[in-house]
């Protein structure tokens, strides 16, 4: 039961209340009509007690349900391919998709080089790769933006979700140490990092 129903059931069950009370309270004269308003208190107290108090505990039992990410990345078993500067490499991510029911992910790729100074990489995989649930390798292609320094890097990615039922927070993979080369094929125009 959601939310929206339980409030909708509460919100509807109060109102029949009300009018039925309204009933009681304008439908009768003297005695019966004393008889009526305790009976209507009692009805008040006790069932709409219980209803609300039904109603609150199905609400914190959903709330309590984490369906937990929609992805995770291990610890090890990552590898990336020592890449030029303005050339593609190979990263292979070892993951472990859990749920099915997130959609498609959107995944960017940055690589940390000299310094701290951060780069996005455009990768061979486009948005929208929607995984089976299991443990696997996903490998693709990355592109070492001419920007980067020659010497040392680290590739990572997140990943989010946004069409998944909870909306979580990026998802990021480790941070993975590489070896950014020169540029042996003159791709990277002059004037560039270096």
Request: charged content about 20%; aromatic content about 8%.
């Amino acid at each position: 039961m959601n939310l929206k129903h339980i409030i909708a059931t509460i919100s509807a069950t109060v109102s029949l209340l009300g009018l039925l009370g309204a009933g009681f309270l304008w439908g009768f004269d003297g005695p019966l009509r004393k008889s009526a308003i305790e009976r209507w208190d009692l009805l008040a107290e006790e069932d709409v007690a219980r209803i609300v108090s039904e109603a609150l505990s199905e609400v914190a039992e959903d709330a309590e349900v984490d369906l937990g990410p929609c992805l995770v990345f291990f610890d090890a078993g990552h590898s990336v391919q020592d890449t030029p500067r303005g050339d593609w490499g190979e990263v292979s991510w070892l993951i472990d998709k859990r749920r099915d029911d997130c959609g498609s992910p959107l995944v960017t790729a940055v690589i940390k080089n000299h310094g701290g100074i951060l780069h996005r990489a455009p990768l061979s995989i486009g948005d929208g790769i929607n995984l089976p649930v299991g443990v696997q390798d996903i490998p693709y292609l990355f592109l070492v933006p001419c920007a980067t320094y020659q010497g040392d890097g680290e590739l990572y990615v997140s990943v989010t979700y946004p069409t998944a039922p909870d909306r979580r927070a990026p998802v990021y993979s480790p941070s993975i140490p590489f070896e950014i080369l020169a540029d042996r094929a003159g791709l990277c125009p002059e004037g560039t990092a270096e």
